[in-house]
């Protein structure tokens, strides 16, 4: 017999993989999510606050959105009407139409704006703080920045050899500072000092979510509590909603439910959540491209 053990024993985007996993091991048999771990006695991980902040697109940018929205939903209507194999022909179109578009929206360049405005307002030497980007232009952009308040920011990103990435995270761990990462750092690193995470660049990948989350929740000594930030680019709205492009904002719901502050970030969330009709529709959510 065998036994697995998975935060995330259905693979995203790969029905195959996920019913060649369930064949092998079975169906699952135990269950223990985050709040569980919140509410054990001790707790099994730190609390945390959540907060959520909002920045607009640039004019260009919302050009840019606009048009791709416009075509998402002509193509979606199409899809939506059509049969196979038509369906799946346009399902590929729809697919990179969606992605560029959520690119726009995760890309913002005001969020960069509000990250260096946090961390002059925030950041204390000797903290860990890890910021997720969502792209190496982002991830350089973002470190130049941060240099001209005068603060040095380590990154790790894929282009690096494992010596590298392996010194990086030592001296982050040892030193502290500012950790500027790609999606490379979800999975495999073990970092428990982290005391602030920063979200420039949401995710709909379950599995990415739940490891952003857990890599920020490890206990540590003296880390009594973890503050997450999340930043949402929303578009000036025009024309009719297609909110499935938010699905990332249903995922940080089930992070705000578990915070310290659950109220705010609650309330916070259920207001982008009705303004742009987000809605789960799983057969647009996959990422149709995996950039690092």
Not at 25 to 54: C, F, Q, W
């Amino acid at each position: 017999s065998s036994l697995g053990l998975c935060a995330t024993p259905e693979r995203w985007g790969d029905l195959e993989g996920t019913n060649r996993m369930f064949s092998l091991l079975g169906p699952i048999v135990h269950e223990y999510d985050i709040r569980d771990a919140m509410r054990n006695k001790p707790p099994l991980l730190t609390p945390y606050e959540y907060h959520i902040s909002t920045v607009d697109l640039t004019m260009e940018e919302q050009q840019k959105y606009d048009e791709l929205k416009t075509k998402i939903s002509k193509f979606f209507a199409i899809w939506s009407s059509s049969k196979e194999p038509k369906k799946s022909e346009i399902k590929k179109k729809l697919d990179l139409l969606n992605f560029n578009a959520r690119r726009i929206v995760r890309g913002a360049s005001k969020k960069l704006d509000f990250a260096i405005e946090l961390i002059e307002e925030e950041y204390q030497e000797n903290q860990h703080w890890l910021i997720y980007c969502d792209d190496t232009k982002m991830l350089e952009k973002l470190e130049l920045e941060i240099r001209k308040i005068g603060i040095i920011a380590k990154t790790y990103h894929s282009k690096m050899n494992d010596f590298n990435k392996n010194k990086t995270l030592d001296l982050f761990e040892r030193e502290g500072g500012l950790l500027i990462a790609m999606k490379c750092l979800d999975e495999g690193v073990n970092i428990p000092c982290i005391s602030h995470g920063m979200v420039l660049s949401s995710t709909t990948n379950p599995r990415e979510f739940v490891q952003r989350r857990g890599r920020m929740l490890r206990k540590f000594p003296g880390k009594k509590i973890a503050l997450i930030f999340d930043t949402f680019a929303l578009p000036h709205e025009s024309g009719e909603n297609i909110g499935f492009l938010f699905q990332e904002i249903l995922r940080a719901k089930e992070l705000a439910e578990d915070s310290v502050n659950k109220i705010d970030s609650v309330l916070s969330l259920n207001s982008i959540i009705r303004r742009y009709d987000v809605r789960s529709i799983p057969e647009l959510e996959e990422e149709v491209v995996d950039f690092d």
